[in-house]
């Protein structure tokens, strides 16, 4: 795998970083937040991942000789680079946890850290949080459509180069059960799991005799890919003789996969072709271009499908590509900054914040978020960011902080979660999230609101900006 040193990062964040250095402003704090302003897929939410790898690199971020031979190179200060040499991310991390229920517009994580060390990280930051982001929500999209039906990465072999090794990982904090990406196991704990290609069975003369062979050599694990010749004709009688045999042999054949054709139509005769023959505890599983919509219209038209696999709509993010989260300076030198815009949408908010979610009685959210100063204690107004005229209280409600310590002087402040654990939380939120803002077509807007404080700031800034 690619090893993030110091210059995984864009040329400009260490040219800027040369001039703070250069000027003497190195050293002032910043505060940087991190969020995204549009939920992908037309979705209402996302599910935020990638932490535990953000700060896994944060920790052990370096420059190293060949970093500071190639800055030398292209021209860096000498000084400078002296610099960089001892380079250590030494800042806090403030976070909401991985698996989070996030949406747009609310600072996810909040950077405090010097200037310089802020502005270096921000293009890794990005980097993890906002690809793992969106192929978090991606499965959860799925996830919520398969109606309890295990998922399944396959999506290596289709994923933008090594990218595919965090899709597996985000994956699974979105819902799915298992990977085909053996090293995305290895390394992230993931169940790995998988069937056979059509090459196999290519290989031999006959189907059956394939079937047969790999059923010996994986006797606890065997799933037969039905459709290399003919699936009703050829693939599930076949698939029947081997499960009859297997269990024979004390064994259980585990499952069938369709890839082509009529996938519905094709599930629903194959079910009744296993049952007729006394196998209805082989499960079925389906792949060929899957992805919410396909899964959602399989399980409309009653498909028995037990098991989706899906590569290439889940670790490209198909169709977005990209989650369009940002990086933005709210203060520095004991100031809160602002950046205005034409587009009011793009103003972004000064100050060290915090985020609240309010809950109902039961826990579940309200679908409010209220965006705040840090250290603000009695919210009772959210504003609307950009339409005053829209406002509602929200005075003696349940409220949680999302925004929590997670590292602090460079260091994680708690051990590492499993990836099951985190998935688990991931599964629990979504839950309290109230359907509407989960439906598929036009979901419910979660509102993101502004205490009464902060917005007063963020006018009074933008006011002293155009008095200028
Ligand atoms: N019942 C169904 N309802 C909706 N979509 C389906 C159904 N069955 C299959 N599909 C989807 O339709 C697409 C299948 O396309 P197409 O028929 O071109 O390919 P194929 O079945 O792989 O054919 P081939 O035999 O050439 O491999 C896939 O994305 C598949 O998931
Ligand atoms: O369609 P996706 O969602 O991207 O899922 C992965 C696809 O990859 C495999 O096909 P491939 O033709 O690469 O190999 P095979 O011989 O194993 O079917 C598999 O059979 C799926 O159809
Ligand atoms: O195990 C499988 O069936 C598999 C793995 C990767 C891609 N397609 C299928």
């Not at 229920?101 to 270096?120: C, H, K, L, T």
Request: proline fraction near 4%; aromatic fraction near 10%.
């Amino acid at each position: 795998m690619l090893d993030i040193t110091g210059t995984y990062t864009d040329q400009y964040q260490l040219t800027m970083g040369q001039v703070y250095f250069l000027k003497g402003h190195s050293h002032h704090t910043a505060i940087f937040d991190y969020f995204f302003r549009k939920a992908p897929f037309n979705g209402g939410y996302a599910i935020f991942a990638g932490l535990q790898n953000l700060l896994e690199t944060l920790k052990d971020l370096r420059f190293n000789e060949k970093d500071l031979a190639f800055l030398k190179e292209i021209g860096l200060n000498a000084e400078y680079l002296n610099y960089l040499k001892d380079f250590r991310f030494s800042g806090k991390v403030y976070s909401v946890r991985e698996g989070e229920v996030v949406f747009p517009g609310e600072p996810i994580i909040r950077i405090e850290a010097s200037i310089i060390e802020a502005q270096i990280i921000e293009t890794l930051l990005l980097n993890i949080l906002n690809f793992q982001t969106l192929i978090a929500t991606k499965a959860s999209r799925m996830k919520e459509q398969a109606k309890g039906g295990k998922l399944i990465d396959f999506g290596l072999r289709r994923a933008q180069g090594p990218g595919g090794y965090y899709a597996s990982r985000a994956a699974i904090i979105g819902g799915f059960e298992a990977t085909s990406n053996t090293r995305a196991g290895r390394d992230f704990g993931i169940p790995v799991s998988g069937t056979m290609a059509h090459s196999f069975i290519q290989s031999y003369e006959d189907e059956l005799t394939a079937f047969r062979d790999f059923s010996e050599s994986h006797p606890d694990n065997t799933v037969l890919l039905v459709d290399t010749y003919d699936t009703l004709k050829s693939g599930i009688p076949n698939a029947i003789k081997v499960g009859k045999e297997m269990k024979t042999r004390g064994h259980k054949l585990k499952g069938i996969r369709l890839d082509s054709g009529d996938l519905a139509y094709l599930a629903r005769k194959s079910r009744e072709m296993l049952d007729n023959a006394g196998l209805d505890y082989v499960k079925i599983a389906a792949s060929n271009q899957l992805d919410e919509h396909l899964i959602k219209s399989l399980l409309d038209q009653g498909a028995p499908i037990d098991i989706f696999g899906v590569g290439t709509s889940l670790v490209t993010g198909q169709p977005d590509a990209a989650l369009d989260g940002v990086y933005k300076l709210a203060y520095f030198m004991d100031e809160p900054r602002i950046k205005l815009s034409e587009t009011i949408a793009k103003i972004t908010l000064p100050h060290k914040k915090q985020v609240y979610r309010m809950l109902d009685e039961k826990g579940d959210f309200t679908g409010s978020d209220v965006i705040c100063l840090f250290d603000e204690e009695n919210i009772d107004w959210m504003i609307h960011p950009y339409d005053p005229l829209k406002f509602k209280s929200v005075e003696g409600q349940e409220k949680e902080a999302l925004l929590k310590p997670v590292m602090e002087n460079g260091e994680i402040l708690s051990p590492a979660l499993d990836l099951s654990e985190i998935a688990k939380y991931s599964n629990e939120r979504l839950k309290k999230l109230p359907q509407e803002y989960k439906r598929f077509f036009n979901p419910h807007i979660y509102k993101v609101g502004l205490s009464r404080k902060l917005k007063e700031e963020r006018d009074r800034l933008i006011e002293e900006h155009k008095m200028k």
